[in-house]
């Protein structure tokens, strides 16, 4: 009995022993958060003394504008807007008070759950009433697209990129009427029939990029007369014909035109300026897979060029446009750029350069840059040389490049030596 009284007894002290040190502990983590408390106090009192903690905060707003460098804001802790939130309680009040940290934004979306949904109608509540940029990558759910369809009046830019189907989704989206730049790569639903008719309830456009368009018949498609539109963009893929597009368009604003493997691209072109007659300075095409694709005649039409660019798988188009081009044909050109892809410039074909050169220079007498790029670039010094003796005086800047860059040259001045020119 005795010795069940003792372990009764050393029981009870070992229980009352643990709870004074659970009492000692508590005192002692009352103190340390009283202590963290103290310090986080003491920090903040001694940042006040900084410049910057006594700047007001009209200013500090300014400087977040300023911050927020172009371009699409994203939607991630590390980037601002949100990385000024995380800075102080301060810094967090004064940003999301800014509606203009809150206009542009890109959101790539890798699932479409609700939290995502509700990032997106809190980041373009934030902006209040000012109008949107935005551009969405990934997956768009339906909390996302409701969440959108809430600011549908005030967006100005819209970029969607992803596979998804898009169609009447842009109907409900955004309000044509007031957009500014729509781009679209890699969307799928997307008719020639439903570009011309966004085209044509978008007044005030003036950029448009897409890709991926399924091509119809031709029957019942409406024309347009687009005054606004100055910069356009087709990329094709083995699927689709967004070139196909011109034959129903007419732009007499057109600054900017980007065609990537356009089919049947001179005809349209050609038809497409005549009827538009447009102010074009910048041209730029790509994937000739042949020097029977390579066609000129349409420049006649757009004598303001100042810029032209030129892409050619497989092949060496330099020769090839320089035997397409006319006296005349681009009086205004000032930059060429003529891009080989999976082409090599050897010595032997390098020895031609000198000559296309300088009939490049007399076609063209307001040039001022060219750019040759090959896959490979591998010239003899004495060619290379020979073409510098061409480009002495600082009128003329000729870029030779390659891909890997394994030989770069620039050279000023060009001359002509042909029987015109003497």
């Not at 439903?194 to 990029?209: F, K, V, W």
Request: with cysteine.
């Amino acid at each position: 009995m005795s010795s069940k009284a003792a372990l009764r007894k050393c029981v009870k002290d070992i229980a009352s022993a643990i709870e004074r040190q659970k009492n000692v502990i508590e005192r002692e983590e009352k103190r340390l958060k009283d202590l963290i408390h103290s310090l986080r106090e003491a920090q903040r009192h001694f940042k006040a003394f900084s410049p910057v903690a006594r700047l007001p905060d009209e200013i500090l707003s300014i400087i977040f504008q300023l911050c927020d460098g172009p371009g699409y804001a994203s939607a991630a802790p590390p980037c601002a807007p949100l990385l000024l939130t995380h800075v102080c309680y301060q810094w967090r009040d004064i940003a999301l008070s800014c509606p203009f940290l809150w206009t542009s934004v890109s959101f790539h979306a890798r699932t479409g759950g609700k939290k995502y949904a509700k990032l997106v109608s809190a980041w373009l509540g934030r902006s209040q009433a000012l109008p949107l940029e935005i551009r969405l990558s990934g997956f768009v759910s339906d909390g996302t697209k409701k969440a959108l369809e809430q600011h549908a009046s005030r967006v100005r830019t819209l970029e969607i990129r992803g596979v998804f189907p898009v169609g009447t989704f842009l109907e409900h989206m955004i309000s044509f009427s007031s957009l500014r730049t729509l781009k679209l790569f890699g969307a799928t639903n997307v008719t020639i029939s439903d570009y011309l008719h966004s085209l044509e309830s978008a007044p005030l456009l003036t950029e448009l990029g897409i890709t991926s368009v399924d091509v119809e018949t031709g029957e019942g498609l409406i024309e347009v007369i687009h005054t606004s539109l100055k910069v356009l963009n087709l990329e094709e893929d083995e699927c689709s014909c967004p070139s196909f597009i011109l034959r129903y368009l007419t732009l007499p604003a057109l600054d900017s035109l980007t065609l990537v493997r356009g089919k049947g691209t001179n005809v349209h072109l050609r038809d497409f300026f005549s009827r538009s007659s447009p102010p074009l300075k910048h041209l730029s095409i790509g994937g000739f897979e042949d020097a029977t694709q390579i066609d000129l005649g349409y420049l006649g039409f757009v004598p303001s060029l100042v810029d032209l660019s030129m892409a050619c798988e497989g092949f060496d188009g330099v020769p090839i446009v320089c035997a397409r081009m006319t006296s005349g044909s681009a009086p205004s050109l000032r930059h060429l750029t003529v891009a080989n892809h999976s082409c090599s410039l050897g010595p032997r074909d390098g020895k031609k350069l000198p000559s296309l050169l300088a009939e490049y220079r007399c076609f063209c007498p307001h040039l001022e840059l060219i750019r040759f790029e090959y896959f490979a670039c591998g010239l003899l010094q004495q060619t290379l040389d020979q073409v510098e003796r061409f480009t002495r005086g600082g009128m003329l800047h000729v870029h030779l490049s390659s891909l890997p860059l394994s030989q770069w040259r620039e050279v000023n001045e060009i001359s002509c030596s042909c029987s015109r020119c003497r």
